[in-house]
């Protein structure tokens, strides 16, 4: 088995919120790259889930689409509102229970996996394996910037899983946590926000030189920045450059990735995530599920440019395509959306 | 994320009860990647021509069933929807004159993984079509 590529519609967010794009466009699209991992954020593809119900209408219509296009539905993200009560963190027994309904949805879709947030407890996790299990699907926990594999938060997940005896739980892990350099998109965010540029350059080689961020922090304070410069900085306590390797003690529990990235250049590179390495370590742990584009540019380009999602999930599925070793680049033969929508 | 799409160009229009003028409204988008349930929607701020709303004159509209902004933070079988566009109306007797106004919107979310309740704002310059 080969590692398989596929988007997380998350990536086309710009797109669908203005109803420039369509399910059918992102899948389309997605497919033509021969992307056919289908990933959706429940909430985000359907209406009304989960405070009220969601027309038939509309799985039907996902289904029909996934089965127009030859695609597979990797996984529903769950969002778990445990603070949807104002002053109370729902107890878990309601998580529990919250989580057994996204199950169902997730089974509703026909998808394997369950993405849930890094922030959910073990406990909640454990308890809804059995049913996870009963449906045959399988929950995992998006290892995300700042949390990484070791982490003992992370552990403690990891240790809750295996006592659990159950394999319907394991990891998502997101590959923004292998920064390995400061994202170009950041940094000229942080400039047209006024960060000084002497600042916002010392920044990016505190980087490069993986400082401890507390001394970059004081280092900051002590030029002189304030607002945003504080900002740019504190970006630095929340990501970091860690090691793609760290993924191979966990490779029989990892049954998806978040492909995030920022930018892809016109020469098939993300500045920021070393994805040579990543692909690297993937295929020396003997990984055979999808890697699911995350694209997450476009909050960082926004108040600049249009973010044009389209191109950058393509340029990041050619250089996906390439390190994958398949012969020819993915294209995408038919226009991704048809009319401008407000 | 998505700050310059939260208030909707060529939405801004006068707000009427039984043929009488009781206020403007316009359309609005929750500036996030996902819809939220109404209970998590903690505020809607809204400034016009520079000055502050009244927290009690804000009124939430969507798929027909409207909302004051105290009501929605128990209201936990709705939603405001991804990209979805609800009907933000400001109750103001004679509501707007005819011409360009400055509308500003801000969001007060509460996210259940943010260690933080965040606030997206936003201003655009609307014209109230005669």
């Known amino acids: ?342 | 994320m998505m700050d310059n799409k939260m208030i909707v160009e060529g939405s801004l229009a006068n707000y009427a009860e039984g043929g009488v003028v009781k206020g403007f409204q316009f359309l609005g988008r929750l500036p996030y990647y996902r819809g939220l349930g109404l209970s998590m929607v903690e505020d809607i701020a809204v400034e016009i021509d520079g000055e502050t709303v009244a927290r009690e004159d804000v009124r939430f509209s969507v798929r027909g069933k409207t909302y004051t902004l105290d009501e929605m933070e128990t209201v936990y079988d709705d939603r405001w929807n991804f990209g979805e566009k609800a009907t933000i109306i400001v109750l103001k007797d004679g509501g707007l004159a005819h011409g360009e106004h400055q509308v500003g919107m801000a969001v007060r979310y509460r996210v259940s993984y943010l260690p933080f309740v965040p606030t997206t704002r936003f201003t655009k310059t609307l014209a109230l079509a005669a």
């Not at chain 1, 080689?205 to 900085?233: I, N």
């Not at chain 1, 995530?273 to 584009?293: E, F, H, M, N, R």
């Open chain 1, 1 to 342: 088995m080969a590692i398989k590529r596929g988007v997380s519609l998350y990536s086309y967010q710009n797109e669908t919120f203005t109803g420039k794009m369509t399910l059918e466009d992102c899948i389309r699209t997605s497919a033509e790259l021969g992307a056919k991992g289908i990933e959706v954020i429940g909430e985000q593809s359907f209406w009304g889930w989960p405070e009220y119900a969601v027309d038939p209408a509309a799985i039907a219509n996902w289904h029909g689409l996934i089965a127009k296009y030859d695609c597979v539905p990797v996984s529903h993200d769950f969002m778990l509102d445990y603070k949807r009560f104002k002053g109370r963190i729902m107890s878990v027994e309601e998580q529990v229970a919250s989580v057994r309904r996204d199950i169902e949805f997730g089974a509703q879709l026909g998808v394997k996996y369950l993405r849930a947030l890094v922030s959910i407890s073990p406990e909640v996790l454990v308890a809804a394996a059995p049913y996870a299990e009963e449906k045959g699907l399988k929950i995992l926990i998006e290892v995300h910037a700042p949390l990484h594999f070791d982490h003992p938060w992370i552990v403690r997940h990891a240790e809750a899983f295996e006592k659990s005896g159950s394999d319907a739980l394991g990891f998502l892990p997101d590959m923004g946590m292998f920064l390995h350099a400061f994202p170009p998109v950041w940094y000229e965010k942080f400039l047209r926000m006024g960060v000084p540029k002497n600042i916002a350059d010392y920044i990016v080689k505190a980087y490069e030189d993986r400082t401890l961020s507390e001394y970059v922090v004081q280092a900051v304070r002590d030029m002189g920045a304030e607002g945003p410069a504080l900002g740019m900085v504190e970006t630095l306590r929340h990501n970091a450059a860690f090691e793609p390797k760290r993924m191979l003690d966990y490779m029989p529990r990892i049954h998806n990735i978040h492909g995030k990235f920022y930018e892809i250049t016109d020469d098939y590179v993300e500045p920021s995530i070393p994805y040579d390495q990543i692909t690297a370590v993937l295929k020396q742990g003997g990984y055979d599920g999808y890697i699911c584009s995350e694209y997450e540019g476009n909050r960082w380009i926004e108040d600049a440019q249009e973010p044009d999602s389209v191109e950058q999930v393509r340029r990041q599925q050619v250089m996906l395509a390439r390190l994958l070793g398949e012969p020819e680049d993915p294209r995408i033969t038919t226009p991704a959306y048809a009319v401008a929508a407000e």
